[in-house]
């Protein structure tokens, strides 16, 4: 059973209003309807969105698009303006906004006045992060902006295992940025943002477990996460691949080849209650189409409610209903069935 973080808790269910409560409440509805009926029910409007705040990243991580590079759409930085205008529109439906996609947000030279912007509106923030670019003004200003989430990438207590996943991170960066947020946690007497450890579970890690709840204990993080790996290559096995199965998000069949643990359903709960809005206003899916190859719209142009009941939207509704299997991007995600293991601190 997940540990309940009572101060986070609050937080989160002060920031909730009539109205957030209300279209969260159609938008429930119209799920369960959807897959009662098997076609597509929209009421409501999302109330959760990934606003992504760049696609660089100063790391080389082997499972990553934008470590490797591997990008067909243009690297860029979220501009504040176009920002701006799109919550003027959504934040009050939001039940939480997250700052994060593919890349580093801190890399974003605005992200900051960005959650500010958000935190002055009431919503609920997260973001992730590698961790690099928590020096001593930014963990003050992290504080200050009203963010209210933050997760770290610690995938390891030791450089050696560290920088087997996070290829060109140094460790010590970010365990110097996490105590610099504890730090000004306390010197402005703030309760957020929530602090987390995210220890994604791999081979070369996974016998550092025990050592990184100790680690962020000492450190005074807020809670540990474990996370599985989403592997790209996973057929015949991987080198990432944990030996405990528990964390793996694969299992060895007879033949000796590798199959998801997952059994695909034809629905997914994100198709209708989030969205995921790119850098440069394209709006994708979710989070497991790293290239917008399924563009359902762009917020440049027309508004998010247009685009969350146009014909593009709908249209792939209506080919996840028929079948998962046939679309790209689900077949290697875990929706629906993964769960975060949490670790208590």
């Not at 959807?34 to 029910?41: A, F, G």
């Not at 402005?188 to 579970?201: E, Y």
């Not at 694969?250 to 080849?257: A, I, Q, R």
């Not at 939207?313 to 949490?342: A, M």
């Amino acid at each position: 059973m997940a540990k309940i973080y009572p101060n986070d808790l609050f937080n989160f269910l002060r920031k909730q209003t009539p109205r957030r409560v209300g279209n969260a409440l159609k938008v429930v509805a119209s799920y369960y309807a959807t897959r009662w009926l098997q076609k597509p029910q929209v009421w409501g409007k999302p109330f959760t969105v990934s606003f992504e705040p760049t696609t660089a990243c100063n790391l080389r991580c082997p499972e990553c698009p934008s470590g490797l590079r591997e990008f067909t759409r243009p690297t860029g930085n979220l501009k504040a303006d176009f920002f701006r205008r799109t919550m003027d529109e959504i934040a009050d439906r939001l039940i939480y906004l997250i700052f994060y996609f593919q890349g580093e947000p801190y890399i974003n030279p605005n992200f900051l006045d960005m959650v500010k912007d958000a935190s002055d509106r009431g919503v609920y923030t997260i973001t992730s992060t590698n961790g690099h670019f928590l020096n001593d003004a930014n963990a003050k200003r992290t504080i200050e902006s009203g963010l209210d989430r933050l997760i770290i990438s610690v995938d390891g207590t030791t450089q050696e295992v560290y920088e087997q996943y996070r290829k060109e991170g140094k460790l010590e960066s970010v365990l110097q940025g996490a105590r610099n947020l504890v730090k000004w946690k306390k010197e402005l007497n703030s309760t957020t943002p929530h602090l987390i450890f995210q220890f994604l579970v791999v081979k070369p890690n996974e016998h550092q477990m025990g050592d990184v709840v100790r680690l962020a204990d000492e450190i005074g993080i807020d809670e540990v996460k474990f996370k599985t790996a989403q592997l790209y290559d996973y057929e015949h096995g991987n080198p990432l691949m944990p030996s405990n199965e528990k964390y793996s998000r694969y299992y060895k069949k007879k033949d000796g080849t590798y199959g998801q643990k997952n059994k695909m359903q034809n629905h997914c709960w994100k198709l209708w209650h989030s969205c995921v809005i790119t850098w440069d206003g394209l709006v994708a899916p979710c989070c497991f189409d790293k290239d917008v190859t399924h563009r359902l719209g762009d917020v440049k142009t027309e508004s998010l409610d247009q685009v969350w009941e146009g014909a593009a939207y709908d249209d792939f509704r209506t080919k996840l209903l028929k079948g998962r299997s046939e679309i790209d991007i689900c077949q290697n995600c875990t929706e629906g069935c993964e769960v975060w293991l949490g670790a208590e601190v």
